[in-house]
């Protein structure tokens, strides 16, 4: 841990260390430096002090004894009567992170008549399953389900948490990290495991320019939530293994504050991350009309249309059909990008997909660098020849 310390005596009042300051976290106040919440502690304020006036002060922090936190767990969602598949990607991720530290990868499940889903993970090679199954968790209330994993946590002392970036996931994980005083990375793109058991979490920052590397140093567990479709999942295995283990309730849950007043079931829509196949829209379309020809297309397909963001802020189409970092992760087995450049936060979510089509005028457009098949051309003379191709195919 560290911390900036500013020596009054020293300061001059020159003001070079708040123009410099990169998060606006210094204010001046009767002419002397004063730290906000905005503070990272990156130093550039030391470095650039001609008085030597600031400091950055290490303070040592006792890390909990690493070897007593063992394994990974896998907080498996079950929402709207069905096992989120983001659940079975982190399985997956789980396994091949576990090899490297001959952990297990555990599993924990929540809510009421649950238990038959228990069944159905015991094929894809977990070694416990954890169960708390009642009727008071029928409803997902953050903070029942938050004892309910919390006290599994206190029992089973797992290493590492993976969550899914779900709505309930990002009301979930936090809770949990706050109750255990240790670090939560959301989002995370990518997941290592070092040989002293530190997870790597990494994921986009600052507006997507950087990967971070975001490690907890010293605290246990290390709990990180990840998207849907940015892993891949195992493949089931034909025999079942792993033991089922029915927990009792923590009286927390009674205790509860919240209640659960009325339900009302918003109907399943179908997402763009479910898509096999997708045509994407970018600012290569001039008009919102010109989007019918990307539908058309994707129709053609048997596939789902989406689009980039500044179609979104235009107002031609909706978050729900935004790819990016600000959007959906999609992993489609053919994705057409039309008119798309390839910014960062908008590849960094679709990079996974198995076949990218991209068709853009710029022969150096970043979208081809991830691209399988790069077409340079005019969208408006591309696409309209791609439809009528597959309308004769049809025919
Ligand atoms: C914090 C943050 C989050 C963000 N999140 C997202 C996000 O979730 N999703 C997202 O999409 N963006 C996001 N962005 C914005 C992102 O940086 C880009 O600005 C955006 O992706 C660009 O969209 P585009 O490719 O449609 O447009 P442009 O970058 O303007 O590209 C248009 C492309 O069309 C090509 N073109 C033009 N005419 C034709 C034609 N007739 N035929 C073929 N090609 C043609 C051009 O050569 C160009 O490459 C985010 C930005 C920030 C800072």
Redesign the pocket.
């Known amino acids: 841990m560290a911390k900036i310390a500013i020596l009054e005596r020293k300061c001059t009042g020159c003001g070079l260390c708040q123009s410099n300051c990169p998060f606006g976290a210094i204010d001046m106040k009767n002419g002397k430096p004063d730290l906000n919440a905005a503070c990272k502690v990156c130093g550039i304020c030391v470095k650039n002090c001609p008085e030597k006036a600031i400091l950055k002060l290490e303070t040592k922090v006792d890390s909990v004894d690493k070897s007593k936190w063992n394994d990974i767990l896998v907080f498996a969602e079950v929402s709207g009567g069905r096992l989120h598949p983001v659940c079975l990607e982190l399985i997956g991720k789980a396994r091949e992170l576990a090899k490297n530290v001959n952990y297990k990868v555990k599993a924990v499940l929540v809510g009421s008549g649950v238990s038959a889903f228990a069944e159905e993970l015991r094929h894809y090679g977990v070694s416990e399953i954890a169960v708390y199954d009642d009727p008071a968790l029928s409803y997902f209330r953050a903070d029942a389900y938050a004892s309910c994993v919390e006290d599994y946590i206190k029992y089973a002392h797992p290493s590492v948490v993976l969550v899914g970036a779900t709505s309930l996931g990002r009301s979930l994980a936090p809770r949990l990290s706050t109750r255990f005083h240790t670090g939560l990375t959301a989002d995370c793109t990518k997941l290592e495991l070092r040989e002293n058991t530190d997870l790597v979490q990494i994921r986009p920052a600052f ?2 320019n950087i990967m971070a590397q975001i490690i907890t140093t010293n605290t246990r567990p290390q709990f990180a939530t990840v998207r849907y479709k940015v892993m891949n999942p195992p493949m089931r295995q034909e025999e079942a293994a792993g033991n089922i283990v029915p927990r009792k309730i923590p009286k927390a849950v009674a205790d509860c504050k919240s209640s659960c007043v009325s339900v009302q079931p918003i109907p399943p829509k179908q997402s763009i991350s479910d898509a096999e196949i997708l045509v994407v829209g ?3 379309l ?1 008009k919102e009309s010109d989007l019918d020809m990307i539908k058309e297309l994707a129709q053609l397909l048997g596939g789902d249309w989406a ?5 979104v802020e235009k107002g031609w189409s909706t978050n729900d059909r ?6 959906r992760t999609v992993r489609p087995r053919l994705i057409i990008t ?9 590849t960094a ?1 679709m990079n996974g997909s198995d076949h990218i089509v991209s ?4 022969k150096d ?1 970043p ?1 081809f660098d991830v691209a399988h098949i790069a077409i340079v ?4 003379e591309i696409v309209p020849a791609l439809i009528k191709q597959l309308k004769e195919a049809q025919a």
């Not at 689009?307 to 179609?311: F, K, N």
């Not at 935004?322 to 959007?327: D, K």
């Not at 039309?338 to 908008?346: D, E, K, L, N, Y």
């Open positions: 507006g997507g970018g600012r290569g001039q689009t980039t963001r500044p179609l935004q790819i990016g970092l600000s959007g039309c008119g798309v450049s390839g910014a960062i936060q908008f979510c068709i853009n005028t710029d457009a979208i051309g005019d969208l408006y």
